[in-house]
C-alpha cells in the first residue's frame, strides 16, 4: 500500500506545501515565492517573510491538494521541516502542521531542512550507499557522509561564511542586485578569469572557509577604486567562481576517494550553480563517481524535499507530538 506525505516548509521566504508518494513520486507541490517584496530590501526581512506565510499557508495547503484531487483522508502522514531556518517563519509551518495532524489523526514527522535538500536527490533517482552528499547554500557548506538511509555523517563544513553567503556578498560589492548568486553565476560564464585571489582554506581537512576570498575581493575592489581603475564584473565573478568550484571539487572528491565511495549527491540551493554542475559532472566522469544533482526547481527550498526526506523518516518511526517547536540551528541526526 502506498504512502503519502503531505509536507510544509516554511523555513525562510518560500511558503511551500507538497504531497509525495512513497518518498519518489511528486503528486502535486505549489510553491508561492516572496523573492520580489525582499527584493526591495536586499535581503530577506524575517518580519516579512512570517506575515506572509501567514497569509498564505491555508491557500497553499488548499491549491496542493485540490492540484493533486485528493482529501486529507488519503494522506497517510505530515511532515513539517522544525529547523534550521528563521524561527518566525519556521513557527507559522508548524502550527499548519500541528494544527492538520491533531484535527485529521495523522502521525506528524519532524524533518530537518538539511535533510530535506538531500532527499531532494531522491526524487531523480533513488539514493545508492554510501554516498557523500556536498551540501551547498546560503547558510550550509558541508560534506555529508551517509552509510545508509537517514545515517547523517558530516565530516566537515564551513567554518564562517557559506557558499551562498559568500556568493551575495559579492554581488554586492560588483554592484549585482538580488539575489545575487544566481547572477553572480550567469556573469562568470561571459567572463574570464583575470584577477588573482587566493584559493581558500586549501589544506587538507574536509572545512570550508569563504570568509578570506570574500574579504579579498572586497580589497581587491576597494584598491582598484583608489587607483582610479575600473573593475569589470564579469572577470571578478569568473574569477571568484573559479576559486570557490576549485576547492569544493577538490575536496569532496577527495573525500571520495579516501572514502572510497562512488557515489554522490549535490545538495542545497547552490547545486543550481551552472559553474559547479559542470565542473563536478566533468571530474565525476573522470573518476567513474556516480553523481545525482536535482533539476534547478528542488535545489532552492520547496516542500516535494521535504515530503520525500519525510516519508524515509515516517518509515523509520520517526514522530514528532504537539510539543514539537522550532529551531533556528540544529545538527543534522
Known amino acids: 500500500m502506498s504512502t503519502y506525505i503531505l509536507a510544509i516548509e516554511t523555513s525562510c521566504d518560500e511558503t511551500s506545501v507538497s ?8 503528486i502535486s507541490t505549489v510553491i508561492l515565492s516572496q523573492m520580489d517584496v525582499h527584493a526591495n530590501y536586499g535581503g530577506v526581512v524575517p518580519e516579512i517573510a512570517s ?6 499557508i491555508t491557500m497553499v495547503i488548499e491549491e496542493t491538494l485540490t492540484k493533486a484531487n485528493m482529501t486529507m483522508d488519503d494522506i497517510t502522514a505530515i511532515a513539517v521541516t522544525y529547523g534550521p531556518g528563521l524561527i518566525g517563519s519556521l513557527l507559522i509551518g508548524l502550527m499548519a502542521a500541528k494544527t492538520l495532524a491533531f484535527i485529521y489523526d495523522k502521525p506528524l514527522v519532524p524533518v530537518h531542512h538539511i535533510a530535506g535538500h538531500i532527499y531532494a536527490n531522491n526524487l531523480v533517482k533513488q539514493l545508492e550507499f554510501p554516498l557523500i552528499a556536498l551540501v551547498i547554500s546560503g547558510g550550509h557548506t558541508d560534506l555529508v557522509y551517509m552509510k545508509e538511509d537517514y545515517s547523517f555523517e558530516r565530516l566537515g563544513g564551513t567554518l564562517d561564511d557559506a557558499v551562498g553567503e559568500a556568493y551575495d556578498k559579492v554581488a554586492r560589492v560588483i554592484n549585482v542586485p538580488y539575489p545575487g548568486g ?11 578569469d583575470t584577477y588573482n585571489l587566493p584559493l581558500p582554506l586549501d589544506d587538507d581537512s ?30 571578478m565573478a569568473a574569477s571568484f567562481q573559479n576559486r570557490v568550484t576549485t576547492i569544493l571539487t577538490k575536496k569532496t572528491l577527495r573525500a571520495l576517494k579516501e572514502l572510497n565511495v562512488k557515489n554522490l549527491i549535490v545538495a542545497g540551493g547552490v547545486a543550481a550553480n551552472k559553474g559547479l554542475r559542470e565542473r563536478l559532472t566533468e571530474e565525476c566522469q573522470k573518476n567513474k563517481i556516480n553523481l545525482i544533482i536535482p533539476e534547478i526547481k528542488y535545489c532552492t527550498d520547496n516542500a516535494a524535499m521535504i515530503g520525500a526526506a519525510g516519508y524515509f523518516a515516517y518509515k523509520l518511526g520517526r514522530r514528532a507530538d504537539l510539543s514539537l517547536n522550532a529551531k533556528a540551528s540544529d545538527k543534522l541526526h
Request: with cysteine; net charge negative.
Open 51 to 56: 506575515r506572509m506565510h501567514i497569509e498564505n
Open 182 to 192: 544566481p547572477l553572480v553565476d550567469k556573469l562568470a560564464h561571459t567572463g574570464k
Open 206 to 235: 574536509y572545512n570550508f572557509s569563504f570568509s578570506g576570498l570574500k574579504s579579498a575581493v572586497i580589497n581587491l575592489v576597494h584598491n582598484e577604486k583608489q587607483k582610479g581603475n575600473e573593475i569589470i564584473p564579469e572577470n
Open 19 to 26: 504531497i509525495i508518494k512513497d518518498g519518489c513520486d511528486e
